[in-house]
């Protein structure tokens, strides 16, 4: 009954999330009005990794249990769609503990229950998602923050849940209204970083919460840009086509090393296809040599709005 009362129930990912860990950054619902989807706790997991767990390797992957032992952190269980298990280590920092839950732990949890989990940004343009992925660095949470700047509301950052729906439209699921942003995208935008939590050992990234320009709201997903870094002066925004949608869906997956060896590969190559026939992809490489984000706001928006051809 004590462990009960402990709990806190929050929403998001559209999921109703009961947890005895505090995570600040969700919005919490009344815990005896909502059904719990998923429960988060702590739990002692050292055994359970000793036992499944192989020398030097950081993660044990089964059809319906991923568990992975980050070093000075805690050791975490994801298992049945359903449950969060977290074994903190001693001297560990909460904050630390729900990057990885938020992250890692909801990703692979989202993948459990056949959400699709896309890693990049999603923004809320004229009623429909349009998603921003790329590799680490790339400027994805830089270029959604333009976005916001512009008036346009955020669905999720860092991770993207994409289902379908019964006619095989994807649909965004929104996640929670916080970005991560480096300090030189706050000096760009003219945020002062002294009243933002910087993100454990990334002391130049920070928690940036968003919740005035948050969609809590289902959308359609209606196209995908691929950011990518190039040392070229200008900027280009080309379709993707023809099986590199597949392989770029699949590529910025959320830890999409986990698909294969959960069993998922069939379910994600279904998903993949379904998604793509009904959306536009398109490759935005960028220069390093500038800051770009305003501009490739108004290339995109023009993309979007009225199909120009942009080279």
Known sequence: MMDIVRKVAYRAFGLNIFSDIPLPELPQVNLAEIQMNIEIRKTDLKSLWSELSIPNRHFVVKEDLIMFQVPETAIFLIQNGREIFVSPFEGSKDDQIRLYILGTCMGALLMQRKSLPLHGSAIVIDGKAYAIVGDSGAGKSTLASAFLKKGYQLLSD???????????????????????????????????S??????????????????????DELMPLAGVFELVKTDRDEIDILPIQKLQRLHT????????????????MEWHFNTSTKIISNIE?????????????????????????????IT
């Open 158 to 192: 860092d991770v993207i849940p994409v289902t379908l729906s019964e006619n095989n439209i994807p649909i965004v699921t929104p996640a929670y209204p916080q970005q991560k942003l480096w300090i030189e995208s706050l000096d760009q935008f003219g945020i002062d």
């Open 194 to 215: 002294n009243s933002l939590r910087p993100i454990i050992d990334r002391e130049t990234k920070f928690a940036v919460p968003v919740s005035t320009q948050f969609s």
């Open 249 to 264: 869906l699949f590529n910025h997956t959320y830890r999409n090393f986990i698909i294969a060896r959960s069993g998922l």
């Open 281 to 309: 992809l398109y490759k935005v490489r960028r220069p390093t040599s500038r800051f770009t984000a305003h501009e490739l706001v108004d290339l995109i928006l023009a993309k979007i709005h009225k199909g120009e051809k």
